[in-house]
């Protein structure tokens, strides 16, 4: 099981036509040079695939016993299920109500879960700390976070 490299995971956004040059204003707030338009990649199942594969690869090995994946919506829906699926667990996400992250749609946690938050992609942590804290409010054991591209270059803080 060999790591994709970073060069890699961008050869597959420029194939798929994601990686964009400019000005671009983030929904974090920050600004850059660059944006990874990563729905056009989650168009293509089997590049997303290589993606998520990796990701689980990399979970496998570092963080033993998840039981379940969890994902912010809108972004996390598509990595996390399909991370989730190359993991052979439940791919479950919240979403937001009245501004806040929920578990809702019958999913369900028990404090035997041992649960990770899968994102796409992580500038400040904001969507994993919200996340996070929701799972948290309702008992959930979480033991990890991941995400495809993490821009913060592993300074965001997830909580």
Same mark, same amino acid.
């Given at each position: 099981?060999?790591?994709?490299?970073?060069?890699?995971?961008?050869?597959?956004?420029?194939?798929?036509?994601?990686? @964009?040059?400019?000005?671009?204003?983030?929904?974090?707030?920050?600004?850059?040079?660059?944006? @990874?338009?990563?729905?056009?990649?989650?168009?293509?199942?089997?590049?997303?695939?290589?993606?998520?594969?990796?990701?689980?690869?990399?979970?496998?090995?570092?963080?033993?016993?998840?039981?379940k994946?969890?994902?912010?919506?809108?972004?996390?829906?598509?990595p996390?299920?399909?991370?989730?699926?190359?993991?052979?667990?439940?791919?479950?996400?919240?979403?937001?109500?009245?501004?806040?992250?929920?578990?809702?749609?019958?999913?369900?946690?028990?404090?035997?879960?041992?649960?990770?938050?899968?994102?796409d992609?992580?500038?400040?942590?904001?969507?994993?700390?919200?996340?996070?804290?929701?799972?948290?409010?309702?008992?959930?054991?979480?033991?990890?976070?991941?995400? @495809?591209?993490?821009?913060?270059?592993?300074?965001?803080?997830?909580?």
């Amino acid at each position: 099981m060999r790591a994709v490299t970073k060069d890699e995971v961008l050869d597959i956004f420029r194939k798929c036509g994601a990686l @964009l040059e400019g000005h671009f204003i983030l929904s974090s707030g920050l600004r850059s040079p660059l944006f @990874l338009q990563k729905a056009k990649v989650f168009q293509y199942a089997a590049e997303t695939e290589k993606l998520c594969k990796a990701l689980a690869d990399k979970i496998k090995t570092e963080v033993p016993g998840v039981t379940k994946v969890v994902s912010p919506a809108i972004g996390g829906i598509i990595p996390g299920y399909e991370t989730a699926r190359q993991l052979g667990l439940p791919a479950l996400y919240t979403e937001r109500v009245e501004g806040q992250f929920e578990l809702r749609r019958g999913f369900e946690i028990s404090p035997d879960d041992k649960v990770i938050v899968v994102e796409d992609i992580v500038s400040t942590g904001l969507s994993i700390r919200e996340c996070v804290a929701a799972l948290r409010a309702i008992g959930a054991d979480v033991v990890a976070a991941a995400c @495809l591209i993490d821009r913060s270059g592993g300074e965001a803080d997830v909580g």
